[in-house]
């Protein structure tokens, strides 16, 4: 279902219509505060202006998938126990279901979780594979810095 809303540009004022879902509303010049025209401009200006700091997913040996799946399990438990419940427990971010298309029993789980103990102030993807767990792996979040190539920061959303 398409989901039309009536906005105000928040730069030039005039009245348009918002794709909130449905076919257009992954149109990048569908955007929820600028007309179609104005928001067009800021892409191409966007352009012009230097990335200055990307998120770089680096493989890592520690720490394992058992330890990003104990991780999320105790973020569960903890947030469960909120009343009412958090179902989006912090650090942890629900990522859709991959399968494999030549064996639609081996699934992929990809799961976003904060690190603890040691690993404390890191993010970490995890990835399994029901059926092929050669191809599991762990990556931790890391700061690439594009203006001096630097690359030892770990990434923090905030
Ligand atoms: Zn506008």
Redesign the pocket.
């Known amino acids: 279902m398409t989901t039309h809303r009536e906005k105000r540009?928040r730069?030039?004022?005039?009245r348009?219509s918002f794709t909130a879902s449905g076919p257009g509303c992954d149109n990048r010049v569908n955007n929820d505060r600028?007309?179609r025209?104005?928001q067009g401009e800021i892409l191409v200006t966007l352009r012009k202006l230097p990335i200055r700091v990307k998120l770089e997913w680096v493989e890592v040996e520690q720490p394992t998938v058992e330890m990003c799946e104990a991780w999320e399990k105790e973020w569960a438990e903890e947030h469960a126990a909120h009343d009412p419940p958090h179902f989006l427990p912090y650090g942890r971010r629900i990522l859709p279901c991959l399968f494999d298309m030549n064996d639609m029993g081996n699934v992929n789980y990809v799961g976003i979780v904060q690190g603890r103990g040691e690993f404390k102030g890191r993010q970490f993807r995890y990835s399994t594979w029901t059926k092929k767990p050669e191809n599991n792996t762990v990556k931790v979040a890391m700061e690439w810095n594009m203006e001096t190539g630097d690359k030892t920061a770990f990434w923090r959303d905030l």
């Open positions: 540009c730069h030039c004022g005039q348009y600028y007309c025209s104005c």
